[in-house]
């Protein structure tokens, strides 16, 4: 790795990151719980079981990332667990959590909390999920109890990781729960999404804001560079324009204009207008890991197709090594919201042999301190991910942690990245490094 210092701000923040299903176990009032257990769901069949067993080894976790010496940590509350039933909180639950918060603050690491990364509560999910009128308000009667809990505590707050993941997968791929296959369907939980939001960012600014304190609140939006596949055909050039505008900006510009309308003629069209969402971030999150090159054939049964860069570098689930699209992306975020603060909420490798993480980290790093040097007011890095981790529908199978896990006895065991991340935090801030 490259010992030079890198060209961030000294105040630049490291980060990891982690979701409550991925790593918590035995979440069985949750939609995912119920989607494991279908078979052909999860590869491998495999189950989240006891995932990391990680409220019972959250101390070793602090250590570990003390040890790496970032100084925040974003997490995830679950929301199966702090509301099992409609209507009714579990105060033991809501207690953990505000324990693991008092914990990362007495340990120098400052939470960042996401109130929904993937999962519903059954009782929610069964009504619909991001369908459900309902679960604008129920999401914000979750977020004050959450924000009741841990008060002033916690600074930086995202309110829904990757929407459009969530839409992808599960109204359009089938590899998320609702399991749907109908891009026509998918205008209505955009919309609701949005509103959610908008509830949340509302409540958490009503409960906490005060003379001497103003929570910062955002999405962690998943970002994807769409070129396209054939630079000169008319129709490649034209669906990946669209799925630029609807999977990357949609959701965002609604946050900035209160208004979500695109087109993509035959197959989808949004037109809602939701004023209560207009100027609803403080920050922009974005989560980045690859590009797709775009093919579109519109007299054939498979009219879209996503293809790798020929001879590109690629990661264990074949998703095409491409830093220079982070660096595109947070560019072309300056320009559609000038000066708005900017956290790389995700950014990650799945490489179980441990190969390339280390090149990958940095090379994100230093597309990172292109843009802002540029001027552009990024604030930190998070990486994901801490351990190796359930994996949604990839199961067990894709390791993106800089700690291995032992599935028997649960510890934690680092991985030269480990050591390499930490080296690299502790040069940017000129300090020697260190071996694991």
């Not at 069949?45 to 006891?50: A, D, K, M, V």
């Not at 459900?132 to 990781?161: D, H, M, S, Y």
């Amino acid at each position: 790795m490259n010992r030079t210092p890198l060209a961030l701000p000294k105040d630049f923040r490291f980060c990891v990151t982690t979701a409550s299903h991925q790593i918590e176990g035995n979440n069985t009032n949750s939609d995912w719980w119920a989607w494991e257990q279908i078979p052909g769901k999860i590869k491998n069949e495999h189950r989240s079981g006891r995932a990391t067993e990680a409220w019972n080894y959250f101390d070793d976790d602090i250590q570990n990332m003390k040890w790496l010496g970032v100084d925040t940590y974003r997490m995830s509350i679950e929301w199966a667990k702090v509301e099992p039933k409609e209507g009714q909180f579990d105060q033991n639950v809501l207690n953990e959590y505000l324990s693991q918060v008092d914990r990362l603050l007495a340990a120098g690491i400052e939470p960042m909390i996401t109130l929904y990364h993937f999962t519903f509560p059954l009782w929610v999910s069964n009504q619909g999920g991001w369908d459900w009128a309902g679960v604008t308000p129920a999401f914000a009667r979750f977020t004050e109890q959450v924000a009741k809990t841990l008060g002033t505590r916690v600074k930086i707050w995202c309110t829904l990781n990757e929407p459009m993941t969530v839409i992808a997968a599960g109204y359009i791929t089938e590899v998320f729960p609702p399991g749907r296959n109908n891009m026509a369907s998918i205008a209505l939980p955009m919309e609701n999404m949005v509103r959610a939001h908008a509830a949340a960012y509302h409540t958490l600014h009503r409960l906490l804001d005060s003379e001497t304190f103003k929570p910062e609140v955002g999405i962690a939006h998943h970002l994807r560079i769409f070129d396209p596949s054939r630079k000169n055909n008319f129709f490649d050039r034209y669906a990946s324009r669209k799925f630029d505008e609807i999977f990357n900006w949609a959701i965002p510009e609604a946050l900035k204009t209160g208004k979500m309308k695109f087109n993509m003629p035959f197959l989808v069209k949004a037109n809602a207008t939701i004023p209560e969402a207009i100027n609803t971030q403080d920050f922009f999150g974005i989560n980045y890991y690859s590009r797709d090159l775009i093919e579109m054939h519109p007299l054939q049964k498979e009219k879209l197709v996503r293809r790798v860069a020929e001879g590109s570098e690629v990661q264990d689930l074949g998703w095409e090594i491409y830093p220079e699209g982070l660096k595109r992306l947070i560019e072309a975020i300056a320009v559609r919201f000038p000066r708005m603060p900017i956290w790389v909420t995700e950014n990650g490798t799945a490489d179980s042999k441990d190969h390339g993480r280390s090149r990958y980290i940095e090379s994100h790093l230093v597309a990172i301190g292109e843009t802002i040097a540029k001027g552009i007011p990024v604030k930190g890095y998070c990486h994901w991910t801490l351990n190796d981790n359930f994996e949604w529908a990839e199961g067990w199978s894709a390791q993106f942690g800089l700690f291995e896990l032992d599935h028997q006895t649960f510890k934690r065991m680092p991985r030269k990245s480990a050591t390499d991340f930490r080296n690299l935090i502790q040069n940017h801030r000129g300090q020697v490094g260190g071996k694991a």
